[in-house]
C-alpha cells in the first residue's frame, strides 16, 4: 500500500472511525454508499485528498456526512 501523509489507508480509516465513534466497516460502508465508490476507491481518494491534517479532515468529513465528532484527545 502507498504511504500518503505517513499513514496507511487502513490506519487512516481507523483513526476517522475511532474519531467519530463508529466501527470501520460501518464508517468505509457509508462513505461508499454517500459517495457511490467502490471501498477500496474511496479510502485511496480520501488518503490522496489528505493535503490536510486528520483533525481538520475528519471535521470536514463529518460535516459532510452529518455525523457527530467525539471530542478528539491526543
Do not use: E, S
Request: proline fraction near 0%; charge should be positive.
Amino acid at each position: 500500500m502507498a504511504r500518503i501523509c505517513g499513514l496507511r489507508v487502513r490506519q487512516l480509516t481507523r483513526i476517522m472511525a475511532r474519531i467519530c465513534g463508529l466501527r470501520v466497516r460501518q464508517l468505509t460502508r457509508i462513505m461508499a454508499r454517500i459517495c457511490g465508490l467502490r471501498v477500496r476507491q474511496l479510502t485511496r481518494i480520501m488518503a490522496r485528498i489528505h493535503g490536510l491534517r486528520i483533525r481538520k479532515f475528519t471535521r470536514i468529513m463529518a460535516r459532510i456526512h452529518g455525523l457527530r465528532i467525539r471530542r478528539i484527545k491526543n
